[in-house]
């Protein structure tokens, strides 16, 4: 190896890519010749250089916003054409040269099935002995969602098509939230419904209701259950602005020391050390958050618990 | 597959080890693939925090991470249907994320658009960056030390998209030159030539610090 074949080796020599072979010919190199050896020591230092510029780390609360965009872009994904297509035909992979042709047909078909469906509502329910649903008024179609058609079977003889589908009917209700029924509505949805967007929004407007002992209950149930961090983090908030009790403080310290989240353990923290004193539970916080410091594996939890150990012994002075 | 992969590989649940309830990444692959949602989030809670370090790194700014955050996970809940089993799920997942970022960089070179921001020194939204804090940093230190920042964002800027995305995946992300050759779709050879280049520009602009 000379001095010009040497320098494209440099770097790979300070990054471990090289083979033995190769490493062992660099380094019989560098042992006879000082230019070279000058070199990768000036090449080792800008190596140092950039390994030590800091690199920007994404905080908790980041990562919280990130997932709850993301959650908002899936579920308008999930209602969206793709979204359709994928839930009746599952393998569905729109490559970009069949998109168009497969596009054209599914709306060649949808017109066709309007058009044989319309005219043939009646006839249908003739050629079939009343077998088919009859409450497919013009007014309920119009209110009504298709969310997914599972079969749509022509009868050659008849000239009939049954269509199996399953409908969504929206309906508003509209009520103050002192009415026990509103108020059931926005608890299941809460436990129960699978868009974290609204479930979320659920838990903005039960907020005002948390003296209420089964919106108590549904707000505690989402801080420690919900699947979703930003979910998790709004009932938090909820949860600061409720009646203090033994309840929400051991909510709050399972939450901080299982969540999946840190941004959600780190607003835990705050929220516990804020209303530590008016309970009486400084001791019991204090030997938590003084454990965690230490042992946490995750560092922003241990800084944060740190802070909460010295605000804690400023209380107590 | 080596470097990061393997690292992420050994972090996250594979054929062998399982997931909170027993549950395989395959399993949840295949129910995400099935339409199952909350099964692709939980795909997403795997990596998207390393995503966004990745994201982060190469865009260096806040919005723009969140950005391409979204954009590289919507392609790949739109894609997953095209993933087969066989491969591990982590090299597709990063290969997509690559491509999002190079897809950045070349429309930032096209608008001219030279990314030489630095946060840290008081400006910009620290609620998503955390600023250096090492302890013992005296004020000289500090201001030396943010310089030397903005020299090597001016010099990552001059880099193509394949030297940078290269240069971030070796140096930062300690991945083997094949695997990087595998992300961004091309050789091991070329990903060393595309380093080796890289370096080149990186002493230009920096040989005066050292």
Same mark, same amino acid.
């Given at each position: 190896?000379?001095?010009?074949?040497?320098?494209p080796?440099?770097?790979?020599?300070?990054?471990?890519?090289?083979?033995?072979?190769e490493?062992?010919?660099?380094?019989?190199?560098?042992?006879?010749?000082?230019?070279?050896?000058?070199?990768?020591?000036?090449?080792?230092?800008?190596?140092?250089?950039?390994s030590?510029?800091?690199?920007?780390?994404?905080?908790?609360?980041?990562?919280?916003?990130?997932?709850?965009?993301?959650?908002?872009?899936?579920?308008?994904?999930?209602?969206?054409?793709?979204?359709?297509?994928?839930s009746?035909?599952?393998?569905?992979?729109?490559?970009?040269?069949l998109?168009?042709?497969?596009?054209?047909?599914?709306?060649?078909?949808?017109?066709?099935?309007?058009?044989?469906l319309?005219?043939?509502?009646?006839?249908?329910?003739?050629?079939?002995?009343g077998?088919?649903?009859t409450?497919?008024?013009?007014?309920?179609?119009?209110?009504?969602?298709?969310?997914?058609?599972?079969?749509?079977?022509?009868?050659?003889?008849?000239?009939?098509?049954?269509?199996?589908?399953?409908?969504?009917?929206r309906?508003t209700?509209?009520?103050?939230?002192?009415d026990?029924?509103?108020?059931?509505?926005?608890?299941?949805?809460?436990?129960r419904?699978?868009?974290?967007?609204?479930?979320?929004?659920?838990?903005?407007?039960l907020?005002?209701?948390?003296h209420?002992?089964?919106?108590?209950?549904?707000?505690?149930?989402?801080?420690?259950?919900?699947p979703?961090?930003?979910?998790?983090?709004?009932?938090?908030?909820?949860?600061?602005?409720?009646?203090?009790?033994?309840?929400?403080?051991?909510?709050?310290?399972?939450?901080?020391?299982?969540?999946?989240?840190?941004?959600?353990?780190?607003?835990?923290?705050?929220?516990?050390?804020?209303?530590?004193?008016?309970?009486?539970?400084?001791?019991?916080?204090?030997?938590?958050?003084?454990?965690l410091?230490t042992?946490?594996?995750?560092?922003?939890?241990?800084?944060?618990c740190?802070?909460?150990?010295?605000?804690?012994?400023?209380?107590?002075? | 597959?080596?470097?990061?992969?393997?690292?992420?590989?050994?972090?996250?649940?594979?054929?062998?080890?399982?997931?909170?309830?027993?549950?395989?990444e395959?399993?949840?692959i295949?129910?995400?693939?099935? #339409? $199952?949602?909350?099964?692709?989030? !939980?795909?997403? +809670?795997?990596y998207?925090q390393?995503?966004?370090? %990745?994201?982060? *790194?190469?865009?260096?700014?806040?919005?723009?991470?969140?950005?391409?955050y979204?954009?590289?996970?919507?392609?790949?809940?739109?894609?997953?249907?095209?993933?087969?089993?066989?491969?591990?799920?982590?090299?597709?997942?990063?290969?997509?994320?690559?491509?999002?970022?190079?897809?950045?960089?070349?429309?930032?070179?096209?608008r001219?658009?030279?990314?030489?921001?630095?946060?840290?020194?008081?400006? #910009? $939204?620290?609620?998503?960056?955390? !600023?250096?804090? +090492?302890?013992?940093?005296?004020?000289?230190h500090? %201001?030396?030390? *943010?310089e030397?920042?903005?020299?090597?964002?001016?010099?990552?800027?001059?880099?193509?998209?394949?030297?940078?995305?290269?240069?971030?995946?070796?140096?930062?992300?300690?991945?083997?030159?094949?695997?990087?050759g595998?992300?961004?779709?091309?050789?091991?050879?070329?990903?060393?030539?595309?380093?080796?280049?890289?370096?080149?520009?990186?002493?230009?602009?920096?040989?005066?610090?050292?």
């Amino acid at each position: 190896m000379n001095c010009k074949d040497l320098e494209p080796n440099l770097w790979l020599y300070l990054y471990d890519e090289l083979t033995a072979g190769e490493r062992a010919s660099v380094d019989a190199h560098l042992a006879a010749c000082e230019r070279c050896r000058l070199q990768l020591e000036e090449t080792r230092r800008l190596h140092q250089l950039l390994s030590g510029c800091p690199q920007p780390e994404p905080t908790p609360e980041m990562l919280v916003h990130c997932r709850q965009a993301l959650d908002a872009a899936l579920d308008r994904e999930q209602l969206g054409w793709r979204g359709l297509l994928r839930s009746w035909f599952p393998g569905f992979t729109p490559f970009p040269a069949l998109r168009a042709a497969t596009v054209l047909t599914l709306l060649l078909f949808g017109f066709g099935l309007g058009w044989t469906l319309r005219p043939r509502a009646t006839k249908l329910e003739q050629a079939t002995g009343g077998a088919v649903p009859t409450s497919f008024a013009g007014a309920d179609l119009a209110n009504m969602r298709i969310s997914s058609i599972s079969q749509v079977a022509p009868d050659p003889q008849t000239g009939a098509v049954r269509i199996t589908l399953d409908a969504e009917r929206r309906v508003t209700l509209e009520g103050s939230l002192d009415d026990p029924r509103i108020r059931q509505v926005l608890v299941d949805t809460v436990k129960r419904y699978d868009n974290a967007g609204i479930r979320r929004d659920t838990l903005d407007a039960l907020r005002t209701q948390s003296h209420n002992p089964s919106v108590r209950e549904a707000l505690l149930y989402a801080l420690r259950h919900d699947p979703n961090a930003g979910v998790r983090l709004e009932a938090l908030r909820a949860v600061e602005g409720m009646e203090w009790g033994s309840d929400v403080h051991q909510s709050l310290l399972d939450v901080l020391e299982r969540d999946s989240n840190v941004g959600v353990r780190v607003a835990a923290v705050d929220a516990l050390v804020e209303h530590a004193e008016a309970l009486g539970e400084e001791e019991a916080l204090m030997e938590v958050v003084n454990r965690l410091a230490t042992r946490d594996q995750n560092p922003y939890v241990r800084l944060k618990c740190l802070a909460a150990v010295q605000k804690l012994e400023g209380n107590e002075d | 597959m080596d470097g990061f992969c393997l690292e992420l590989a050994g972090k996250i649940p594979g054929e062998t080890s399982g997931l909170a309830g027993g549950v395989t990444e395959r399993t949840l692959i295949r129910r995400a693939q099935r #339409g $199952d949602r909350e099964a692709f989030d !939980a795909l997403v +809670r795997q990596y998207d925090q390393e995503v966004l370090r %990745l994201v982060l *790194r190469v865009v260096r700014s806040p919005e723009e991470a969140q950005d391409l955050y979204q954009e590289a996970f919507l392609k790949a809940y739109r894609s997953l249907a095209r993933f087969r089993l066989e491969s591990r799920f982590s090299t597709w997942l990063y290969r997509l994320v690559t491509n999002v970022c190079f897809d950045y960089l070349r429309r930032q070179r096209t608008r001219g658009e030279v990314q030489i921001t630095e946060k840290g020194d008081g400006e #910009g $939204d620290h609620a998503y960056t955390i !600023a250096d804090d +090492r302890p013992g940093l005296n004020p000289e230190h500090a %201001l030396r030390a *943010r310089e030397i920042g903005r020299r090597i964002a001016k010099a990552l800027s001059r880099l193509t998209p394949r030297e940078r995305m290269v240069f971030e995946l070796k140096h930062w992300q300690g991945l083997k030159l094949r695997s990087i050759g595998e992300l961004c779709g091309t050789s091991e050879e070329a990903a060393k030539n595309s380093l080796f280049r890289a370096m080149q520009k990186m002493r230009e602009q920096l040989g005066d610090l050292v």
